[in-house]
Nanobody
């Protein structure tokens, strides 16, 4: 069992930056690939980024590529999402998720554990 707690969301102007954190409980964090997803009002949850358990492999949605960076610190049981050049369309609740194994996925249905989400609002 893994419990995930996101933090770092907030209100930012377009062009600004935020860094989201996701702290995981348990001693087997390094056994999980991690992902970030987001859900805007009235829309389905969508993939943002994912990272392998080693941190060597990362994947991004086209909409955030070049602006967002996912990383992890296995010693701190934490995964991060650095978000730069934010746009109003990035406004959503952001969720982190964990899947046992090395391979990260872009499909939300592959993930076993989810955090409660953190709100990111980008004003124009």
């Amino acid at each position: 069992q893994v419990q995930l707690v996101e933090s770092g969301g907030g209100l930012v102007q377009a062009g600004g930056s935020l860094r989201l954190s996701c702290a995981a409980s348990g001693r087997t964090f390094s056994s999980y690939a991690m992902g970030w997803f987001r859900q805007a009002p009235g829309k389905e949850r969508e993939f943002v980024a994912a990272i392998s358990w080693s941190g060597i492999s990362t994947y991004y949605a086209d909409s955030v590529k070049g602006r967002f960076t996912i990383s992890r610190d296995n010693a701190k049981n934490t995964v991060y999402l650095q978000m730069n050049s934010l746009k109003p369309e990035d406004t959503a609740v952001y969720y982190c998720a964990a899947v046992r194994g090395s391979r990260p996925y872009s499909r939300s249905s592959n993930y076993d554990f989810w955090g409660q989400g953190t709100q990111v609002t980008v004003s124009s």
